[in-house]
């Protein structure tokens, strides 16, 4: 059974990735059994005070797939799930898989704006949050989204709670009764970093993301004596799956859970953990690169640093290895499938000049011009990407999935890239108009229609500005009607909007008019071009 609103893979593709052994038919539930039997009473994870072992985590598992069953979560019932680095995200997200319900992966900076959106758009029937989490109350959140959702009929809570769910009393000594889950169905909804308006969902299935897993763990060479220490929001693909959380678990090995990425929590860690890979994104090892001056931890432990999520810059990639005595490899994918990486035994000039070659031998990639033309190699162009695990097209819609896809189906990833004649690709910019903020990635649409909510805005146009820290930071340009606000005001409309905090503007610039394109559209080249002379970046 398909999830409706889903686009598949064709017949001939599907029935390749079969015979070719990509698709191994195989869910994360029967996966997590698998590994409980062979891995037993060895440590799956822990947040460096409590551990799980791979036997307890699946029985906790179960017990939770009895009780959410019991409140009524069936199989293809949606689920916002809104946790951080917590030992109850694996245990909440496994026991849906078990139940063949689907979680949707929210991030913990996500506010009223972004988190009412996906239960609507997803119809989803519970939301699972932290009581409260970095100072954030997310009940409050709950109370006000479950008001405007008419779908949302569960709201569970991990921590403390007197008007909701406790997650704690959902695990039930009782047996669950499991659905068929097939391989090829939908294991969940990711979110996108898309450039028009919301997220998209992306539905990834248990046969293309478990491949992920078993290609990403021959690449990195992880194995049951892993340790991964996770300090990005393991809800996003990178520190998910690139091995990340699900590869660690995939192979027998330990996860590591930090709250933070900052030296003075993560550093501890790798010394008591004993930890060999983790996963960072260029602002992270810039503040980790200083740090490491001064800190006295033992980070000899340390095997890999993993940077992706954003351009890693030349200079910067030079230091890694010489400050921290271990292997730098740059990471470059995206949720809705290709991922790149450069290899442990490259050259040191392929891995601090460029961010990978995909990794499965199936995975088709194009690199053209505006006018779809494929371009000579060398050569800067838009990155069009196919393959096992890149998906055909975003749940529930139709008209932009024929815009995000060729007739053929390569996914137009809005990435200029170019290729080397050794299959490297080197990030060179953005075609989509989109802004990536030290790995978080900010839709312009988005952004500029809460802006025109304002009363006093005529037109807003939102474009990146270059920052040697985050790589790039948001600049709102504003034609206002009157003359009576300052840039603060904005920025507090967009916090009382609800909107997430690395959504707002980082800097409003108010001006009498836009320049425009000969074709009488805002010029956004233009206006970048402005902002930087502005900053003398």
């Avoid at 686009?7 to 698998?34: I, V």
């Avoid at 442990?344 to 033309?373: F, N, W």
């Avoid at 695990?389 to 137009?412: E, Q």
């Avoid at 989509?432 to 802006?451: M, S």
Wanted: glycine share 8%; with cysteine; net charge negative.
């Amino acid at each position: 059974m398909v999830l409706a609103g889903c686009p598949t893979w064709p017949d001939e593709f599907a029935t390749f990735y079969r015979e070719k052994g990509c698709w191994q038919g195989k869910t994360f539930g029967q996966l997590l059994q698998e590994n409980a039997n062979k891995y037993g009473n060895q440590i799956a994870m822990t947040d460096g005070e409590t551990e799980v072992s791979y036997s307890d985590f699946n029985a906790n598992v179960d017990q939770l797939a009895a009780g959410l069953q019991r409140l009524g979560i069936q199989k293809e019932d949606r689920v916002v799930v809104q946790l951080p680095n917590q030992l109850a995200f694996f245990d909440v997200v496994f026991a849906l898989f078990r139940l063949g319900a689907i979680p949707v992966y929210a991030l913990p900076a996500h506010r009223y704006s972004e988190i009412s959106y996906f239960c609507e758009f997803a119809e989803a029937k519970a939301y699972i949050i932290p009581d409260t989490y970095g100072g954030f109350n997310y009940t409050a959140l709950a109370n006000d989204v479950q008001k405007s959702v008419n779908s949302l009929e569960h709201i569970i809570v991990h921590g403390e709670t007197n008007e909701y769910t406790s997650l704690s009393e959902l695990y039930l000594q009782a047996e669950f009764k499991e659905p068929e889950i097939k391989a090829s169905e939908i294991a969940f909804l990711q979110l996108s970093g898309g450039s028009t308006g919301l997220s998209k969902l992306i539905p990834r299935t248990h046969d293309d993301y478990i491949y992920t897993l078993h290609l990403s763990n021959q690449i990195c060479r992880i194995n049951e004596n892993s340790v991964f220490l996770a300090v990005l929001p393991i809800a996003h693909n990178f520190p998910m799956s690139s091995p990340g959380v699900l590869g660690i678990l995939y192979a027998g090995g330990k996860v590591v859970l930090s709250l933070g990425s900052s030296p003075d929590k993560a550093f501890p860690l790798i010394e008591k953990e004993q930890v060999n890979i983790t996963a960072l994104v260029p602002p992270i090892a810039l503040i980790w690169l200083e740090a490491i001056k001064s800190h006295e931890d033992d980070l000899t432990s340390l095997q890999v640093i993993q940077v992706g999520g954003a351009k890693f810059s030349a200079e910067v990639a030079k230091r890694i290895q010489p400050a921290f005595d271990c292997k730098l490899q740059q990471v470059f994918g995206m949720a809705e499938g290709l991922v790149n990486y450069t290899r442990l035994d490259d050259p040191d000039e392929i891995i601090v000049h460029t961010q990978g070659k995909p990794m499965s031998a199936y995975d088709e990639i194009r690199i053209v011009d505006e006018e779809d033309t494929i371009v000579p190699i060398g050569e800067v162009g838009e990155l069009l990407t196919r393959g096992p695990y890149t998906i055909r097209g975003y749940y529930m819609a139709p008209v932009h999935n024929r815009k995000a896809f060729t007739s053929d189906g390569f996914y137009r990833t809005g990435d200029l890239v170019s290729v080397n004649e050794h299959g490297y690709i080197t990030v060179e910019g953005r075609d989509k108009d989109q802004i990536n903020r030290g790995g978080e990635k900010i839709a312009a649409e988005e952004v500029e229609n809460h802006l025109l909510a304002h009363a006093n805005v005529f037109d807003a146009a939102i474009v990146a500005m270059p920052d040697k820290f985050l790589g790039e930071r948001t600049c709102a340009f504003l034609i206002l009607k009157s003359p009576s606000e300052k840039p603060a005001d904005f920025r507090n409309f967009l916090r009382e909007k609800g909107l997430a905090a690395y959504k707002i503007p980082d800097r409003v610039e108010i001006v009498e008019a836009f320049p425009q394109t000969p074709f009488g559209k805002v010029s956004k080249k233009t206006l970048r071009q402005q902002i930087a002379q502005k900053i003398n970046i």
